[in-house]
């Protein structure tokens, strides 16, 4: 006698639910979990970067409870700790707001990274030797092909790493911390997916500049440098407004000049 046929499976019309946080199991007993505050605050800052989230725009803690699957502790923590860094404003009765970045903002950041990094340089800058200038220019290098392509997470990221060989060599963590935590704030809020080539183009040669200072053993010379040339309001605002505020009219360099040469097509 011949089995009766299983009926088919139906097919699920459930939509497929986004992928939630959970506390992760311990890979190895010594080293410690990230705790759910850590990937809820990993998240948001993904979601900055990439302008999911937008600044000025207030946050629906339930919506992000629920997309998350986290309860609403978590995010809280989460949040109350971008606020410390300035990401975030909590406003009475009304929740967290995403702060924009304004130009006393910008003005603000570069006066107190320029401080920095030029206090740092003269800490460390006799620890600096031919293969770290060698990786610098390599850097550098690297910084000027990106340009050329208009890749700006390709320029970024070489920039930064041109910065942090001598900041790296710092001792105070704190320092270096609060000089990454401002470039965040300036470069990551959100990412910008076009680049300003002719400002690109002129850090470059101020790069160059620096690097001949260092090579020359002249570390306060290359100190003012960072502060008074590549990390001033007062010498970069042209090239601020031009990139952050779009209706500033950017008066381009003359044909000639590096930067203007940059710029070309």
Do not use: C
Request: no cysteine.
């Amino acid at each position: 006698m011949a089995r009766p046929k299983k009926p088919a499976r139906r097919k699920s019309n459930r939509k497929k639910q986004p992928p939630r946080l959970t506390e992760p199991a311990p890979t190895h007993p010594e080293l410690a979990p990230r705790s759910l505050r850590e990937q809820v605050y990993e998240f948001l800052r993904a979601e900055m970067a990439k302008g999911g989230l937008q600044p000025g725009a207030f946050l629906d803690l339930n919506e992000l409870a629920h997309r998350l699957g986290v309860s609403r502790t978590p995010l809280r923590e989460a949040l109350l700790n971008l606020e410390s860094q300035g990401f975030v404003t909590v406003l009475p009765r009304r929740g967290f707001r995403l702060n924009e970045l304004t130009l006393d903002d910008i003005r603000s950041f570069y006066e107190i990274i320029g401080a920095l990094e030029a206090a740092a340089l003269r800490t460390v800058g006799f620890t600096l030797g031919p293969d770290d200038f060698a990786y610098m220019r390599a850097l550098d290098a690297a910084m000027a092909d990106a340009v050329a392509a208009r890749d700006f997470d390709r320029y970024y990221d070489a920039n930064l790493a041109f910065h942090d060989v001598y900041l790296r060599r710092s001792d105070n963590a704190r320092l270096v911390a609060q000089v990454h935590l401002l470039k965040q704030r300036l470069y990551d809020w959100p990412r910008r997916a076009a680049m300003m080539q002719a400002w690109e183009a002129h850090s470059v040669v101020e790069h160059e500049e620096f690097l001949a200072l260092l090579e020359l053993g002249d570390i306060e010379a290359a100190a003012d440098h960072l502060q008074n040339v590549h990390w001033s309001f007062t010498v970069q605002e042209q090239y601020i407004r031009a990139y952050y505020f779009a209706s500033y009219e950017f008066d381009a360099p003359s044909r000639g000049d590096p930067a203007a040469d940059g710029a070309s097509e």
